[in-house]
């Protein structure tokens, strides 16, 4: 606890603000311009002082649902246990926007915290991309772009039972179609609001599977559920980042459904892959 020190006598509202300092994730919300249309994002600072390495999150609910609420505590948890900061983006979503806006969005927000990042005191040197469903294939997505550009080189991504594969041709989308959690309906449903006609389910922007370079790509941390219609394409996705000599660990939680750790309180093992995310974050973040 935050005290006074010896001889002196602060006002008290120093004294609280001294506290909030040293404890307390600041949140802020801030908007970008992108091409002309407004692009929201939602920044967490860990308590301290900066400059922090930073985490861009792009949230799942199948590009259609998500939005910055539904994964706020994962964004706290990060911050706050990984000790880096957080730039959420709200990117724009289906049907009033479809593919390839959320990729755009995320790939230009990217940019302007590596261009603008210093003056919020952040260090954008040291970023990594992180995301989950949905958001997981965006993260890759972004990763992808980065290493087409040469720019920025990222230091890790985080995908969280990715989707990577819209053409959902591997055996889980079979065996979950059903669920528990995700089913193949409701993640068609999710497409089909996605994708225009015309464009192929096998652009790399959409699946990123079907990219044809991935090495040089940064490490990965890829987390698969073993009742999940994505399962297999994590673990694909892992199998052919090793075969471009990526590093990457691919951690199965083999009894959880798809989108599982959002929900700590209904599964302690949610509480460990947290852990695990931060952990991971922080060897890669804090060099």
């Not at 994708?195 to 370079?213: F, H, K, M, T, W």
């Not at 673990?235 to 075969?243: I, V």
Request: charged share 20%; aromatic share 8%; proline share 7%.
């Amino acid at each position: 606890m935050t005290t006074p020190r010896q001889g002196s006598r602060p006002d008290v509202e120093t004294v609280r603000a001294a506290l909030r300092a040293s404890m307390v994730v600041r949140v802020r919300d801030l908007i970008i311009d992108n091409q002309g249309r407004t692009l929201p994002l939602r920044l967490y600072t860990p308590a301290g002082s900066g400059p922090f390495p930073v985490l861009m999150f792009f949230h799942g609910g199948g590009w259609v649902t998500g939005d910055l609420d539904t994964h706020d505590g994962f964004c706290r948890h990060m911050c706050e246990w990984a000790g880096c900061a957080v730039v959420a983006v709200d990117y724009a979503r289906p049907p009033e926007h479809l593919f390839p806006a959320a990729v755009d969005d995320c790939c230009a927000a990217t940019q302007w915290v590596i261009g603008e990042g210093a003056g919020l005191g952040l260090a954008p040197s040291r970023m990594a991309v992180a995301g989950g469903g949905s958001g997981g294939g965006l993260a890759a997505a972004v990763s992808l772009w980065a290493l087409a550009r040469g720019s920025p080189r990222l230091a890790f991504q985080l995908l969280l039972y990715p989707l990577l594969d819209c053409l959902a041709n591997n055996p889980s989308h079979d065996e979950f179609a059903k669920g528990p959690g995700l089913t193949g309906e409701m993640l068609e449903w999710y497409i089909e609001h996605y994708i225009p006609q015309g464009v192929s389910r096998a652009d790399p922007r959409l699946s990123p599977v079907y990219a044809e370079n991935l090495r040089g790509l940064p490490p990965a941390l890829i987390i698969t559920c073993g009742l999940d219609v994505l399962r297999d394409e994590g673990r694909q996705y892992a199998h052919q980042l090793r075969k471009a000599d990526v590093r990457v660990q691919q951690k199965e939680y083999i009894d959880m459904p798809h989108g599982f750790i959002n929900y700590p309180a209904r599964y302690d093992v949610a509480k460990k892959a947290l852990l695990l995310c931060a952990q991971v974050l922080q060897e890669h973040l804090h060099r």
